[in-house]
């Protein structure tokens, strides 16, 4: 009787396989170093999503040191082993989940977290970091994006500028809400993005703490500071939203009239492109003046773009805000799956620009598409390169900027103006706050118009060839729109990015 039992439990354990077999699972395995962007693999890392940080730091411009705690709230994705940030500061310690964890420095950029013990896929992060550096001296992806002023410090850059001020997950896919609050001495201006949630409080030791908070999902490079002596205006738009603008000091007289006769129209510029592009997506606008001589581009900083003063020096100039600000919808709102599709933030908020161009009678979209497509030569960058997939030498590029206009004003006289205003609309409606792909706008757009719209696109965005329009067009000479020095002069800076 015993043979035929053990004989058949050895029979139930063959068919079977024993306890363990049966719930045998992987070991938990480190996070990747890297999202897998086609252009930057290294940007970003999987293994967690990141919901919050929380960035609190001290800067004495002085010296140029920065110290800080940063608290990043996350889930995992995986089971975890260890974990990747970006980063580039000197680090004192890191705890994950109230224990203390072992951390290394790899690579270019990579600070390495091994926790105490592994962490559940889906189960909750809390990281703490604690660092201390000199930014400046500081260089990563070959370069030093910090930038320090005569009377403070700017963090204001793309693809990359997290690195040098606070450890993230540095790429757009991983978007979060942000505290930053920032410690420098009294008399001293620190701005970022969002609100306050209280105004500036003094500290012990000279210094008065800063504070501001960013309620909607926001990519990484998108987070700023500007530390030194500023102007501070505060308004409301039409609509309710609170209005922060910010001119240095130092700015001379003949910029800064310039300079405020542009960014004091944000609140107008926003109204208006909330009429064209949807409600704006966040809880607070605005832009920020840099001192002369340091930021040589402007940025779109979620709620709050940062301007070289060099975009003043020929006086006002409206269309640069108006660019800057419709990248809050394109590029903010919606930011890149990857950071190929970047024509869908820099095609988008210059085609803006010939919208504000044409609200001000200083010349139709028509006129301006017209007038840029007769001026380029066959053989010009604009042309040989794919807007679609530029690559990383023309990230910043005319195909990006100019070409990537071209390409949805060539989708406007396709579909006609109901159809155009409509995708735009439903683009942003559909992907506010999350990340997208070229080929998800040009199938809304087929969508939305029930056209086939593939020889359009593949003539403007992945060709790398000077697409054909009206024979008559190529050859005409044409009066060049009055808008057109003041956008391709803010071009020529932006491209400096």
């Known amino acids: 009787m015993r043979r035929l039992l053990t004989a058949a439990l050895t029979a139930a354990l063959i068919l079977t396989g024993t306890p363990a ?15 897998g962007d086609e252009y ?81 896929d889906g189960g909750a992060l809390t990281i703490v970091v604690q660092y201390a550096g000199v930014p400046s001296s500081k260089v990563g992806a070959g370069y030093t994006a910090w930038i320090k002023t005569p009377d403070g410090a700017l963090a204001v850059g793309e693809p990359e500028i997290a690195w040098w001020w606070y450890p993230s997950n540095d790429h757009p896919s991983d978007k979060a809400t942000f505290d930053v609050s920032v410690s420098v001495p009294d008399g001293v201006e620190a701005i970022s993005n969002g609100v306050q949630p209280r105004p500036p409080v003094r500290e012990t030791l000279g210094y008065t703490r800063w504070s501001w908070r960013s309620l909607k999902p926001q990519a990484t490079y998108l987070t700023f500071i500007a530390v030194g002596q500023y102007d501070i205006t505060q308004d409301t738009t039409e609509g309710g939203l609170p209005v922060y603008n910010a001119y240095s000091q130092s700015l001379s007289e003949d910029f800064r009239f310039a300079a405020e006769a542009s960014v ?10 909330s009429t064209v592009f949807g409600p704006y997506p966040f809880e607070a ?16 900083n979620q709620t709050r773009p940062n301007y070289s003063a060099a975009f003043f020096r020929r006086g006002s100039n409206t269309y640069v805000v108006a660019h800057e600000n419709a990248h809050q919808w394109f590029g903010d709102a919606i930011s890149v799956a990857e950071w190929k ?21 200083e010349g139709t979209a028509q006129e301006i598409f017209d007038y840029v497509y007769a001026s380029y030569p066959d053989d010009a960058a604009i042309w040989t390169t794919a807007p679609a997939d530029p690559g990383t030498d023309e990230l910043f590029g ?59 696109f593949d003539a403007w965005l992945y060709t790398p060839s000077k697409p054909v329009v009206a024979s008559s067009l190529a050859r005409r000479s044409l009066a060049e729109p009055k808008s057109w020095a003041a956008i391709s002069e803010a071009h020529e800076l932006l491209h400096q990015n």
């Open 264 to 273: 004091e129209r944000t609140a107008e510029i926003v109204d208006w492109e």
């Open 398 to 456: 005319d195909a990006v900027y100019d070409r990537g206009a071209l390409t949805l004003h060539a989708l406007r006289l396709a579909v006609g103006d109901d159809d155009f205003f409509e995708i735009l609309r439903s683009w942003v409606a559909e992907k506010r706050y999350r990340n997208a792909t070229t080929e998800e706008f040009t199938a809304l757009a087929e969508k939305i118009s029930g056209e086939d719209l593939d020889a359009l």
């Open 341 to 361: 599709h970047i024509w869908l933030n820099e095609g988008f908020a210059s085609y803006a620009e010939w919208l504000w161009s044409e609200k001000n009678n």
């Open 21 to 35: 077999m049966a719930h045998s699972k992987a070991a938990p395995a480190p996070g990747g170093a890297g999202v």
């Open 285 to 300: 606008t605005g832009g920020i003046v840099a001192p002369p001589g340091t930021l040589g581009f402007a940025l779109e």
């Open 40 to 120: 930057y693999p290294d940007y970003g890392n999987s293994g967690y999503d990141v919901t919050h940080y929380d960035i609190r730091v001290r800067y004495t411009p002085a010296t140029d040191l920065l110290t800080g705690t940063t608290t990043i709230l996350a889930k995992a994705t995986q089971d975890l082993s260890r974990i990747n940030l970006d980063f580039l500061l000197d680090v004192s310690s890191v705890r994950v989940n109230n224990r203390p964890a072992t951390f290394a420095k790899e690579g270019d950029h990579e600070l390495v977290v091994t926790p105490a013990r592994p962490v559940a």
